[in-house]
């Protein structure tokens, strides 16, 4: 159904927004450590932009990224919540993610939790 997939990028195109498809080839498996973290904190914008840009930096690849919003339970402020599961590029260790991670977590306001055994 590739055909009916490019006929529906041109209708997104004609509309102003730009729109790229690319084949993922054969390769598509990555190698590398795996790594999972959590992260919780006060809603507000701009927190997923600042995860993911630290850990593109490091080349790490994000295989699952899951958010969420719930009200707190003793506050009732809004708190995002987000967990995340890493394929880590050779060379880049856990503690270099985590240490990444922890740097912009006082800037973000929100708190990592790295899972065991990475």
Do not use: Y
């Amino acid at each position: 159904r590739l055909g009916e997939l490019e006929a529906g990028v041109r209708k997104v195109d004609a509309s102003g927004l730009h729109v790229s498809l690319a084949p993922a080839g054969d390769d598509a498996t990555a190698s590398g450590t795996t790594m999972t973290f959590e992260l919780v904190g006060q809603d507000r914008p701009g927190i997923v932009r600042e995860v993911t840009a630290v850990l593109s930096r490091l080349g790490v690849n994000i295989e699952d990224f899951d958010t969420a919003q719930e009200r707190g339970a003793w506050s009732g402020e809004h708190l995002f919540r987000a967990a995340a599961r890493l394929t880590l590029p050779v060379g880049v260790t856990c503690e270099d993610v985590q240490g990444a991670l922890e740097a912009i977590s006082g800037e973000i306001m929100v708190d990592f939790t790295i899972a065991a055994g990475c």
